[in-house]
């Protein structure tokens, strides 16, 4: 976060060449940013800020936080979900008191966000988008910031464990439905092909998102 105050100023070549300190976070203002999203997190213990001597405030406070996100399961494992990290004040009008605006475009930050997500798990981050607004509130304007952040799902997983068992499943199936052998013979290769399906069918009802208005297309066939 960086903002100025035209209140604390100074000329450092009266104060033996000092052009910045460091102060406590309590020692000064700073804008209260809240994240709309969040439900649980943890703050970091850097509660200090740099003051320039041209009335510049410079604080950085890294923390983790976990958020809410609509997940669109539709075309899992090969869906793309898209969530919203949106950073606002609703204690300081936007028209009189506090307007937030972004230091770095939308590319910057996503260059800088692919640097530091270097995890090779489930999700791959793919894009990242910046929405500056103003929101109605009680008849006031706020001013909001909001991150819209896109990950794609990598679905070599399931497609290992789930679809090419399920297919290979199926092809089995219709080689003995229209092969030579008796009619005991497919009763009894049916029976194992149904209870492969039937444990394949619990695998995939504990690897499915739930959170979603509609199921997955490979949940409903």
Known sequence: Q????TF???????????????LPTSTYWSPPIFILERVNGQNSNLDYMVVMHN??????QPFQVTLTCSLM????????????LSIASF???????????????SAEMMKDSQSYFLTDGEWKFTNLSIIEYME??????FSVVTY?????RRPTLYILNLILPTCALYLLDMAVLFGPSSLEEKISF???IILGSSMLAVILNNILPTSSNKPPVIGTH
């Open 2 to 5: 960086e903002w100025k105050n």
């Open 8 to 22: 604390a100023t100074w000329n450092p070549q009266d104060f033996c060449n000092i052009s910045k300190i460091i």
């Open 55 to 60: 009335g510049s405030f410079n604080s950085t």
């Open 73 to 84: 399961i539709l075309k899992f494992p090969f869906d793309t979900q898209t969530c919203n």
């Open 91 to 105: 204690l300081y009008p936007a028209v009189s008191d506090l307007v937030m605006k972004t230091r770095r475009s």
């Open 136 to 141: 109605q509130l009680d008849d006031e304007q």
């Open 148 to 152: 819209m952040i896109s990950m794609e």
């Open 190 to 192: 049916q029976i194992a």
